[in-house]
């Protein structure tokens, strides 16, 4: 059981978690760095902690601060939201030895699917389609070389502590290879203190498509169905969809029975995110798994009516899921924008500052998931995200007309956000009809430029 949970997270998804808490019945601690001393939601906690500086490195990075914190507030669970420490298998280890519960799946787990070159072989080891390329880590050039012949170039080299398209390399042929081993090998030491690298083919173009789960405690895992994220710039999601607008039933079918078997065999036990690649003739392949509530969640709630951050914590206090996947219904069309702090007419720079005005939409189905409001200040030492808003309807044509609208409605004043974009975006017919890959976004940005 638990009662009390500690939110070591900022922004929209700390409110998240205290509203899905205050459901639940359960009380809530927010910790905040100096720089978010202010911030509204905190009147929605039962209690706050200054856990320490501006920068995120000595507050929400920070294990001893938020240890520190949880032990001074008495709580018995931290939920760590995404990013900061929500993939940290060092800080779920801590949580376990201090009798804390960290709401997401097992250190064990954690550590295994952080590793990606091992989270390729378990994916392997369940069956699940893999990109062709080497059987876990490689650690010799010549071994390297002899998979790309095998599979044929392009090929990529991706870091194995790597994920979310940090430290990998295209390589063409044997020269680029070697150099492109060599430099992912040095960033990935350097960024992640691990310069193990893995190889798969390159694909082109491909679609980014992920499935949503919720395992449990007792060996049970449901899917929620699956999102298409193509629509991203420099490996940054700006609109995610529910269902895909451009895989056949069928396929769609393969993937949630693929994913479900994958978390199953690891014996996962709490929310997470099983991410495929998708090739131009529709075959799908397992790239990683994303061990934590992710930005989109909400696309996945919108179609299936669950509230799965209540379900990853009812999950996490020990709780059965408590309903078969034939409960789990996909209604309509769900679709997400990540309203940022950026300014799009200038190369998405960060435009932090006073929110001077602030008008959301509203209306049948709308949601804007924010901690935002009027006089509210952005600071600039964090992620740029200042909102979602998610729209649902009864089908594809209907949630892109309900979206145009609903962006419409939402105004903001004194800082450049990405609205216009997302305007732009909707009114492209490519997006309208479906079509579109993980190019998409460069390619919009290369032709409306001219
Ligand atoms: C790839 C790929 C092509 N071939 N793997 C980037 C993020 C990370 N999660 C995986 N990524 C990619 N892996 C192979 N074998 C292309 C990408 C990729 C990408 C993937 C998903 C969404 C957007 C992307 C943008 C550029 C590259």
Redesign the pocket.
């Known amino acids: 059981m638990i009662s009390r949970v500690l939110v070591a997270n900022r922004g929209e998804i700390a409110l998240r978690v205290i509203r899905a808490c205050r459901e639940l019945g359960l009380q809530t601690v927010a910790v905040y760095s100096q720089a978010d001393a202010k911030a509204g939601y905190l009147r929605f906690a039962d209690e706050t902690i200054c856990i320490g500086s501006a920068a995120s490195a000595g507050s929400y990075l920070s294990i001893p601060n938020i240890l520190a914190a949880a032990e001074i507030a008495d709580v018995d669970a931290i939920h760590p939201g995404y990013g900061f420490l929500s993939e940290n298998a060092h800080f779920a280890d801590i949580c376990q030895a201090s009798n804390i519960t960290f709401v997401g799946p097992s250190p064990d787990s954690i550590r295994t699917l952080g590793d990606k070159a091992a989270a390729r072989s378990a994916a392997q080891a369940a069956g699940v389609p893999v990109?062709p390329g080497s059987k876990g880590a490689v650690h010799e050039e010549a071994d390297a070389l002899r998979v790309a012949h095998e599979i044929g170039y392009p090929v990529?080299v991706k870091a194995s502590a790597g994920?979310?398209?940090r430290g990998?390399r295209v390589a063409h042929n044997d020269m680029s290879l070697r150099a492109g081993l060599q430099a992912a090998s040095i960033e990935a030491a350097a960024a992640f203190g691990d310069g193990t690298v893995y190889l798969?083919?390159?694909?082109d173009r491909?679609r980014?498509v992920e499935v949503q789960l919720l395992g449990d405690k007792h060996g049970n895992v449901v899917h929620f169905f699956e999102r298409d994220c193509?629509i991203?710039r420099r490996?940054q999601k700006m609109l995610e969809e529910s269902p895909c607008p451009s895989l056949p039933l069928e396929v769609r079918k393969k993937m949630h029975r693929v994913a479900v078997k994958l978390l199953k065999s690891i014996n996962y036990n709490s929310a997470g995110t099983v991410?495929f690649?998708v090739d131009r003739d529709n075959r799908f392949y397992f790239?990683?798994v994303n061990a934590r509530i992710q930005v989109e969640h909400p696309v996945s709630e919108m179609v299936t009516g669950m509230d799965l951050v209540k379900e990853q914590l009812r999950v996490a206090a020990g709780e059965k899921l408590g309903y078969e996947q034939s409960a789990i219904k996909l209604r309509g069309v769900a679709i997400e924008v990540r309203v940022n702090a950026e300014d799009p007419e200038h190369d998405f720079r960060p435009s932090a500052g006073e929110v001077t005005s602030w008008n959301t939409p509203g209306g049948p189905g709308v949601r804007v998931d924010s901690h935002v409001y009027a006089g509210y200040y952005v600071p600039p030492y964090y992620d740029s995200m200042i909102a979602k808003l998610i729209v649902h309807a009864e089908d594809r044509k209907a949630a892109i007309a309900r979206l145009a609208r609903a962006l419409d409605e939402f105004t903001v004043g004194g800082i450049r956000t990405t609205i216009p974009f997302h305007r732009r975006v909707l009114a492209h017919a490519g997006f309208a009809a479906g079509h579109y890959d993980?190019g998409f976004v460069e390619d919009f940005l290369a032709g409306s430029a001219v």
């Open positions: 990109v990529l994920g979310g398209g990998m798969e083919k390159y694909l491909p980014h193509s991203q490996h991410e690649l790239i990683e993980t």
